[in-house]
């Protein structure tokens, strides 16, 4: 199975909101609302953050919201705050196929 | 609270063996699907092996053959038995519960090198 395909790279100042993009394909990411988000911070496991395309775990931030438009599942973070640089990797679970992960910065 | 513990990972050389061990706490092994993800240094992260709660098991073609992923229920512990390692097995292997990955474990780092 093919990857999932995110920008490299991200970045934002404190306050602001950013999204970061994860596009699969009509059998992965478009075709079944199984697309879950992780964080994962240097040296650290991933985190899960969003299941089910737009659902949180208890414990994680409402800054934290996820969305999906046909092929592409996007994650967005409002209100951006310097603990939330990291790396983020999206998954589509029905194929358990991982996005090649965004690197966050928080200017 | 659940809590899972890798151990056992190390240095090998090209072509050995290694098993890895994923202790749980807080929640019961053989009711989940049961996880390995691995992380090569300093990139994204790649999906290993299942094993439902059922017993059925599925595997990367990455690591098709010469992995196998088990559990022992009255030890509350998954097991991934690595064999005919190669350098392209050097990562970080966590083990993760659910259909999501909804829990990981801190990371065991397996080296394949000479």
């Known amino acids: 199975q093919s990857a999932l395909t995110q920008p490299a790279s991200v970045s934002g100042s404190p306050g602001q909101s950013i999204t970061i993009s994860c596009t699969g394909t009509?059998?992965?990411?478009?075709?079944?609302?199984?697309v879950s988000w992780y964080q994962q911070h240097p040296g650290k496991a991933p985190k899960l953050m969003i299941y089910d395309v737009t659902t949180r775990p208890s414990g994680v931030s409402n800054r934290f919201s996820g969305s999906k438009s046909g092929n592409t599942a996007s994650l967005t973070i409002s209100g951006l705050q310097a603990e939330d640089e990291a790396d983020y990797y999206c998954s589509s679970y029905t194929n358990r196929v991982f996005g090649g992960g965004t690197k966050l910065t928080v200017l | 609270e659940v809590q899972l513990m890798e151990s056992g990972g190390g240095l090998v050389q090209p072509g050995g063996s290694l098993r890895l061990s994923c202790a749980a706490s807080g929640f019961t092994v053989s009711s989940n699907y049961m996880n390995w993800v691995r992380q090569a240094p300093g990139k994204g992260l790649e999906w290993v092996a299942v094993?439902?709660?059922?017993?059925?098991?599925y595997y990367a073609d990455s690591v098709k053959g010469r992995f196998t992923v088990s559990r022992d229920n009255s030890k509350n512990t998954l097991y991934l038995q690595m064999n005919s390692l190669r350098a392209e097995d050097t990562a970080v292997y966590y083990c993760a519960s659910g259909m999501v990955f909804d829990y990981w474990g801190q990371g065991s780092l397996v080296t394949v090198s000479s």
């Open positions: 009509s059998s992965d990411v478009g075709g079944y609302n199984y």
């Open positions: 094993i439902y709660s059922e017993g059925n098991t």
